[in-house]
DNA sequence: ATACATGTTGGAGC
DNA sequence: GGCTCCAACATGTA
């Protein structure tokens, strides 16, 4: 469930719940749920990975790291992390992260990093890699605060598309090549959320997962790259180094 | 069926 | 203090 375009679903598919009280809270995440009782939701956000569930002074931040997942109005065996009830209906999470956040929102994030929304300013990414020149594109990619949203999936899939190899760095690319990286990190995050809403996200990789790169039908290599030693599919003919 | 994965945090060790 | 490495979290999928 993880990546930003993921998250943008989620919300989407608890929109209804805005404007509507929490009757009861209940589950085994850390926070104090009792705060939430009788509290009315204003408001359903995300940022990046984040959802985030707000009233009127407190924000409940949902991250559902790896295996997170939920169910509206409806529930599963799995033991409940956070279960909200309304009078109508309730929202189930589990396997995730619960934090409550007590500043405003504007304050903890900047939501102009959000590939996904609709404050994304592409000019300030561009800022960060030139502040940041020596990191690898795999790194860059996967770092929120720069392309909060952006996953694993979304990385290799960007830089399949702007034909870069992974172990390229990013102060070594051509300036249009950087401007081509910023700009497909947000594109094909949308071309993520509209597969994904149509149940097609899988049937459009082009090179995630892939024994052979579509382009040149060369085979396609799998290393484990960057700081997070993540899965990096790519093909060694076709993406260029740029080092 | 065993291993692996769309992710992040925090602690140990240096 | 800061860096890197790794366990932990916990479950669906191949």
Same mark, same amino acid.
């Given at each position: 469930?993880?990546?930003?375009?993921?998250?943008?679903?989620?919300?989407?598919?608890?929109?209804?719940?805005?404007?509507?009280?929490?009757?009861?809270?209940?589950?085994?995440?850390?926070?104090?749920?009792?705060?939430?009782?009788?509290?009315?939701?204003?408001?359903?956000?995300?940022?990046?990975?984040?959802?985030?569930?707000?009233?009127k002074t407190f924000s409940v931040r949902v991250h559902f790291?790896?295996?997170?997942?939920?169910?509206?109005?409806? &529930? #599963?065996? %799995?033991?409940?992390? =956070?279960?909200? @009830?309304?009078?109508?209906?309730?929202?189930?999470?589990?396997?995730?992260?619960?934090?409550?956040?007590?500043?405003?929102?504007?304050?903890?994030?900047?939501?102009?990093?959000?590939?996904?929304?609709?404050?994304?300013?592409?000019?300030?990414?561009?800022?960060?890699?030139?502040?940041?020149?020596?990191?690898?594109?795999?790194?860059?990619?996967?770092?929120?605060n720069i392309f909060a949203g952006a996953g694993n999936i979304?990385?290799?899939?960007?830089?399949?598309?702007?034909?870069?190899?992974?172990?390229?760095?990013?102060?070594?690319?051509?300036?249009?090549?950087?401007?081509?990286?910023?700009?497909?990190? &947000? #594109?094909? %995050?949308?071309?993520? =959320?509209?597969? @994904?809403?149509?149940?097609?996200?899988?049937?459009?990789?082009?090179?995630?997962?892939?024994?052979?790169?579509?382009?040149?039908?060369?085979?396609?290599?799998?290393?484990?790259?960057?700081?997070?030693?993540?899965?990096?599919?790519?093909?060694?003919?076709?993406?260029?180094?740029?080092?």
């Amino acid at each position: 469930m993880p990546e930003g375009p993921s998250l943008v679903i989620a919300k989407e598919n608890m929109l209804a719940f805005i404007g509507k009280k929490v009757t009861d809270a209940k589950g085994n995440a850390k926070i104090d749920k009792s705060l939430l009782v009788n509290q009315t939701i204003t408001d359903i956000r995300t940022w990046g990975k984040h959802l985030l569930i707000c009233f009127k002074t407190f924000s409940v931040r949902v991250h559902f790291l790896m295996f997170g997942t939920y169910l509206v109005n409806e &529930r #599963k065996p %799995s033991s409940l992390r =956070l279960s909200l @009830k309304f009078k109508k209906g309730e929202l189930n999470f589990y396997t995730c992260s619960v934090r409550l956040i007590t500043d405003p929102l504007d304050e903890v994030y900047d939501f102009s990093s959000d590939v996904l929304n609709e404050h994304w300013n592409a000019r300030k990414a561009a800022y960060k890699l030139r502040a940041d020149p020596i990191r690898s594109v795999c790194d860059i990619l996967l770092d929120q605060n720069i392309f909060a949203g952006a996953g694993n999936i979304i990385k290799n899939e960007v830089l399949f598309r702007i034909r870069v190899h992974p172990k390229s760095i990013v102060g070594k690319l051509p300036a249009k090549k950087k401007s081509e990286l910023i700009r497909e990190a &947000r #594109k094909y %995050s949308f071309d993520f =959320l509209a597969w @994904k809403r149509n149940f097609e996200l899988r049937k459009h990789w082009q090179i995630y997962t892939k024994k052979t790169c579509p382009r040149d039908h060369n085979p396609v290599t799998k290393e484990y790259l960057g700081t997070g030693k993540r899965r990096t599919f790519f093909c060694n003919q076709c993406q260029i180094l740029y080092d």
